[in-house]
């Protein structure tokens, strides 16, 4: 008989995936830490019995959280990322050799030392890479005492807006965000799934919210297996760049890097959203 780890994506609908063994399983002061091995995913851990990151489809939601910013403004040189205990997402960042200062600041240590032991995948190198800051603190305190206009790019890779998660969906937050980022600065923030309603209602929060506070507003989609309705969405708010219309392909291709999901092509079409989608965010 296989095990399965199971997660309940709306009232009447629950994924589950198949493990082998469970790596480790620990109650942190913020929330429930689980990680398990298993076959078609690899190893993956939850937090709060919600997936986070698994060894399959990581490279999905990591490229898209990180180089939608870089083509659209390859100048950036210092980026925040709030949360991403994982590694995943710095370990993208860290890869512009033209970023001079990462500081990521993560309310849980512990996802990140258990991420080194059981995700090398994500984790790995870099806490050492000399550009980096690790933080672990709340993001919405870091942002309220961060200097105006310190950084050009913050990235938001955070939970649901459960739990420590709550506070980086606010207003307030994402008006401090705005007073940290420099004049040419980008957010990149969770914007969940437009499918189950719960979910739907936290993207339509988020937008309405952010449209009111950055120039630039918009919404993009890409396809995350493993997360509910495997329909997932980021927000890309912009004081100067708009990410159609200001994406520089020729300039994002001469950094040189290969990535297994993202592409200039892709890029454009991530920010067509279907009608349903866009229905529901135009609504106030
Ligand atoms: N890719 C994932 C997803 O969408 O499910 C997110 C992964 S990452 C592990 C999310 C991280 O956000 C967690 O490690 C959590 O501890 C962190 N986090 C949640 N609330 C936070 C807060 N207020 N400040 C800093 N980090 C926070």
Redesign the pocket.
């Known amino acids: 008989m296989k095990k399965y780890y199971t997660e309940q994506w709306s009232e009447d609908c629950q994924f589950s995936i198949a493990y082998e063994e469970k790596l480790h399983s620990e109650a942190s002061p ?2 429930q830490i689980d990680f398990y091995k298993g076959e078609e995913f690899g190893t993956f851990f939850t ?1 709060d019995g ?4 698994n060894e399959k489809d990581e490279f999905v ?1 990591h490229d898209m959280i990180t180089h939608p910013a870089f083509a659209t403004n390859p100048n950036i040189k210092k980026v925040l990322i ?5 590694g995943g997402t710095a370990r993208e960042v860290l890869r512009y050799k033209s970023v001079e200062k990462v500081v990521m ?4 240590e512990l ?1 990140f030392r258990l991420s080194q032991k059981y995700l090398p995948i994500t984790a790995a190198g870099v806490e050492e890479d000399s550009r980096m800051e690790m933080i672990f603190d ?3 305190a870091y942002v309220q005492n961060a200097p105006d206009a310190s950084f050009d790019l913050i990235l938001v ?3 649901d807006p459960i739990s ?2 709550e ?2 969906f606010t207003t307030a937050f994402y008006q401090e965000c705005h007073r940290v980022l420099s004049a040419e600065g980008i957010l990149i923030n ?1 914007h969940e799934s437009p499918y189950f309603a719960e979910y739907a209602e936290n993207m339509r929060k988020a937008h309405t919210k952010i449209k009111k506070i950055f120039d630039i507003a918009k919404v993009y989609q890409f396809h995350m297996p493993t ?1 509910p309705s495997g329909h997932w969405l980021f927000g890309f708010a912009s004081k100067k760049f708009d990410p159609i219309q200001n994406v520089q392909a020729e300039a994002w291709s001469n950094f040189g890097l290969h990535t297994k999901y993202y592409n200039t092509d892709l890029h454009v079409g991530a920010f067509m959203l279907p009608t349903f989608v866009k229905e529901k965010l135009a609504r106030e």
Do not use: A, K, P, R
């Open positions: 913020f929330q937090l919600l997936m986070m990151v939601y709030i949360g991403g205990g994982d600041v993560e309310i849980d996802v709340d993001g919405l890779d955070s939970t420590v998660g506070g980086l969770q997360y």
